[in-house]
C-alpha cells in the first residue's frame, strides 16, 4: 500500500514539465509535421484525432520521418483497408535488420548482465560485424528467406544478433524461453516446422544451474524438419554435445567467418517473426508479424510513446519467450542501447535490478506491476537501494497497476523527474495500444490516452462506444502491426475467431477496458474473464486492487463459474482464519459494492500464472466448470505447474480439499 492510504484512481501524480515537454521526441515529430504545414497539431489529443483521422497521412510520415531505408513507392499507403486484411505499403520492400543497424559507431549497443555478476558489451559497430557473420553461415546451412529459425536462447546478445541475421536474409525468427518445458517448446515450434533450432546447455536463476541439454535433444527429437542445431555453450565453453542432439554447430562457429551484413530488401509483409499466444487454454496460436508493419510501429513507440533516443540505455525484465523481448531487441531501431539481464530479479535480494539501473546507467527501467508489489510489500525503496537519478522513465506492463501502486512508485522509487510509463498492448500486435503519454499526466490508475494510429473504444454489447463505463476493447481501424496472419490458418478462420467475430470488421482485443470522459482508462482484466453480478459486468483488476492492499494477503484470482469464486494466498506466517475472511468481505463491500462479495473464500497454496506473470483466470475457470486439466492449461507454459493442482483438486468434488485448507 502507498504511504498515502487509498488512493483515488485518476489522481495526477506527475505532470510534465516544461524542459521535458521540450526534450521529448514527440514534441520533435510535431514540429517536423508543422514544418510541412500541419500546424495545428498543438496537443497530444490534436496529434492522436490526426493519426486516426488521416491514417494513411500519419503512417506515411512515420516512414519519412525516420527515414527508413526501402525501395518501391510509398503510394498507395494502404491497398486495402478493412479488416481482417489490411494491406499496408503493397509496393515498398525494407528489412527489418537494415533499419536496425543503421548506427555502426563504438557506442554500447547490447549491455548484458547474468545474474551471477556476469558483463559483457557489445557497441553498434561489434553488433553489426557479428550479424553479418551470423547471417553469411545461416546461409552456408541451407536457411534462406521464408526457412523458419527456432530458438530456446535467454535474454543475451546472442539471441538478438540471431534474430537480426535471420531478419536480414528473410528467415523466419520464433523464440521461447529456455525455462519453458520440453511439451510447451513443441506445442509452439512443432506447428512451424523450423529448419534450424538454436539451444543452449543450460543457464542461471534463483542461484541455481538449470541444465538443458536433455531438453534440447527431445525438442531435437521431435521436431524432425530441424536439420541442424546450433549450440551455444552459456555455462560449460566447451562442454562435448550428446549424441542425442545430432548435427550440432557451436554459436561460436557462425561468427569465425567475417562478412559485412547484407540485407535482403522484402516485400513490406514478408514475415519477420512468428509470437504465440500464452498457450494456457489450448495449443498456442503463430502469430504471424511483418518486417514493414514492426518496423513503423517500433519505431513510433519507442520514440513516441517510450521516448527513446540515441543517448537513452533501455532495460526491461524480460525473458527471451515474451514479446517485450522483441520489443527490447528493437531499442536498436532507434540508436538506443539494450540492457539484458538474464536470471532472477530477486537474486540475491529484490534490490538487484534497481542496483542493475545505477550501474549500467538506465535511463527506462520496465518492470511490471507483480514485481513492483513485491518490492513493496518487502518494505524496499529502490531509491535508497541505489542511486537512480538516471532513471527518467519508469515502465511497467504486463498487467493493470492500482492506484496505490502508481502513487507508492512516486513516493519509493522517483528520485528525480520520473515519468511513470504505464501501457497496455499485447503480444497480437506486439507494442502498446493504450499508455501513459510523454506530454500527458500521470493519473493514478489509469493510462493517459490510445496511442498514435489506434483507433481504441469500449464497445457495448451492441457494438456502441461507451465512455465511462466498461465496455469489450475493441480497434475500429487497422494497425500495420496487425499479424498478417496466424500460422496454419490457410482460410482465416482462426484468425477471424480470434479478433472479428463479435463485431464485423472490428478488432475485439479480449479486455474490459473504461475511457474516461477525459481521454484517459483503465483495463479491468480479460473479458473472457468476466464477472456477473446482478447483470452487472466486472473487471477482475478491481477486486485484486482490494484484496491485495490487505497486508496479510500477497496474491489472489477471482473466477465466475455462476458462483463467484475468490482465492487468497497469505503471506508468510499468516495463518487464513474467520477474522481475516470477515475483514476481506468487508473491504470488498464497502470498497466496491454488495455484489463484489464472493460466494467462496479459499486460501490456496499458490495462484497460477503463466511463465510471464499473468494469472490463469480462464483456465481456472474452467477447471472450476468441469473442464480437462489437460485441455485447457498447458503446464509447460506456466511459472509453476504445480500451482493448478490444488484447483484441479477442487474441481474433483467434496471431501477433495477444505475450505481454508493450505
Request: glycine share 12%; net charge negative.
Amino acid at each position: 500500500m502507498s504511504g498515502r492510504g487509498p488512493v483515488e484512481p485518476g489522481t495526477v501524480l506527475w505532470t510534465p514539465s516544461p524542459e521535458r515537454r521540450e526534450a521529448a521526441r514527440l514534441t520533435g515529430y510535431r514540429r517536423w509535421l508543422e514544418r510541412r504545414g500541419r500546424d495545428e497539431l498543438a496537443s497530444y489529443g490534436d496529434l492522436w484525432r490526426f493519426s486516426v483521422g488521416e491514417p494513411e497521412a500519419f503512417w506515411r510520415s512515420i516512414l519519412d520521418h525516420f527515414d527508413v531505408p526501402h525501395d518501391g513507392d510509398p503510394e498507395p499507403v494502404l491497398g486495402r483497408s478493412g479488416m481482417p486484411g489490411a494491406d499496408w505499403f503493397p509496393n515498398v520492400r525494407l528489412n527489418y535488420a537494415e533499419v536496425a543497424l543503421r548506427r555502426r559507431d563504438e557506442a554500447p549497443a547490447l549491455i548484458a548482465r547474468r545474474e551471477d555478476g556476469l558483463r559483457r558489451e557489445l557497441s553498434f559497430g561489434e553488433v553489426a560485424r557479428q550479424v553479418g557473420s551470423v547471417a553469411a553461415a545461416l546461409r552456408t546451412l541451407g536457411v534462406g528467406p521464408g526457412d523458419r529459425v527456432a530458438s530456446c536462447l535467454p535474454n543475451v546478445p546472442e539471441a538478438a544478433i540471431a534474430l537480426l541475421a535471420c531478419a536480414g536474409i528473410g528467415a523466419i525468427w520464433s523464440s521461447c524461453a529456455p525455462d519453458f518445458g520440453a511439451r510447451a517448446a513443441i506445442d509452439r515450434f512443432a506447428q512451424i516446422e523450423p529448419k534450424l533450432l538454436l539451444g543452449v546447455d543450460g543457464y542461471l536463476y534463483g542461484g541455481r544451474r538449470v541444465e538443458r541439454l536433455e531438453e534440447l535433444a527431445t525438442l531435437r527429437r521431435e521436431l524432425p524438419s530441424v536439420e541442424t542445431v546450433v549450440l551455444l555453450d552459456y555455462l560449460e565453453p566447451g562442454r562435448e554435445a550428446p549424441a542425442a542432439l545430432g548435427p550440432s554447430v557451436r554459436f561460436g562457429a557462425l561468427l569465425e567467418r567475417d562478412a559485412e551484413p547484407a540485407f535482403e530488401r522484402l516485400p513490406f509483409s514478408h514475415p519477420l517473426w512468428i509470437l504465440y499466444s500464452s498457450g494456457t487454454t489450448g495449443l498456442p496460436k503463430g502469430i504471424v508479424h511483418g518486417h514493414g508493419g514492426i518496423v513503423l510501429e517500433h519505431l513510433k513507440s519507442n520514440a513516441f510513446h517510450f521516448d527513446l533516443g540515441a543517448a537513452d540505455r533501455h532495460y526491461w525484465f524480460t525473458s527471451s519467450g515474451w514479446m517485450i523481448w522483441n520489443v527490447l531487441a528493437g531499442s536498436l531501431l532507434t540508436g538506443t542501447a539494450a540492457v539484458l539481464y538474464d536470471g532472477s530479479p530477486a537474486q540475491p535480494d529484490l534490490g538487484t535490478t534497481w542496483r542493475l539501473a545505477a550501474e549500467e546507467g538506465v535511463t527506462f527501467f520496465g518492470t511490471s506491476p507483480p514485481f513492483l508489489a513485491a518490492c513493496q510489500r518487502e518494505g524496499l525503496s529502490p531509491r535508497r537501494a541505489a542511486d537512480l537519478a538516471g532513471v527518467r522513465t519508469l515502465g511497467c506492463a504486463g498487467s493493470p497497476a492500482s492506484p496505490e501502486l502508481c502513487a507508492w512508485i512516486y513516493d519509493e522509487i522517483a528520485a528525480g523527474d520520473l515519468w511513470l510509463y504505464c501501457g497496455s498492448g499485447g503480444t497480437d500486435v506486439a507494442s502498446g495500444l493504450v499508455s501513459n503519454q510523454p506530454l500527458l499526466p500521470v493519473y493514478a490508475g489509469e493510462m493517459a490516452a490510445p496511442c498514435l494510429g489506434v483507433a481504441a473504444a469500449a464497445f457495448d454489447p451492441g457494438g456502441r462506444p461507451v465512455t465511462g463505463e466498461l465496455g469489450e476493447f475493441v480497434l475500429t481501424q487497422p494497425l500495420p502491426s496487425m499479424p498478417l496472419s496466424l500460422w496454419n490458418d490457410p482460410d482465416g478462420s482462426r484468425m477471424h475467431a480470434s479478433y472479428f467475430d463479435t463485431y464485423p470488421g472490428v478488432w475485439r482485443h479480449g479486455d474490459w477496458i473504461r475511457f474516461t470522459e477525459r481521454g484517459s482508462c483503465a483495463i479491468t482484466g480479460r473479458s473472457d474473464a468476466t464477472l456477473n453480478r446482478g447483470g452487472v459486468r466486472m473487471g477482475t483488476a478491481e477486486f485484486y486492487r482490494v484484496v491485495e492492499e490487505l497486508p496479510e494477503i500477497t496474491d489472489s484470482l477471482v473466477v465466475d463459474t455462476g458462483r463467484l469464486w475468490l482465492f487468497i494466498v497469505t503471506a508468510e506466517g499468516v495463518p487464513f482464519t474467520p477474522e481475516l475472511e470477515v475483514r476481506l468481505r468487508r473491504a470488498l463491500r464497502e470498497t466496491l459494492s454488495p455484489r463484489h462479495e464472493p460466494d467462496e473464500v479459499r486460501a490456496a497454496p499458490a495462484i497460477p500464472r503463466t511463465l510471464n506473470g499473468k494469472k490463469l483466470e480462464v483456465p481456472v475457470k474452467r477447471i472450476l466448470a468441469g473442464e480437462d486439466p489437460e485441455r485447457v492449461a498447458n503446464t509447460g507454459a506456466l511459472g509453476d505447474p504445480r500451482a493448478l493442482d490444488f484447483y484441479v483438486e477442487l474441481a474433483a468434488g467434496p471431501g477433495e480439499t477444505r475450505k481454508g485448507d493450505r
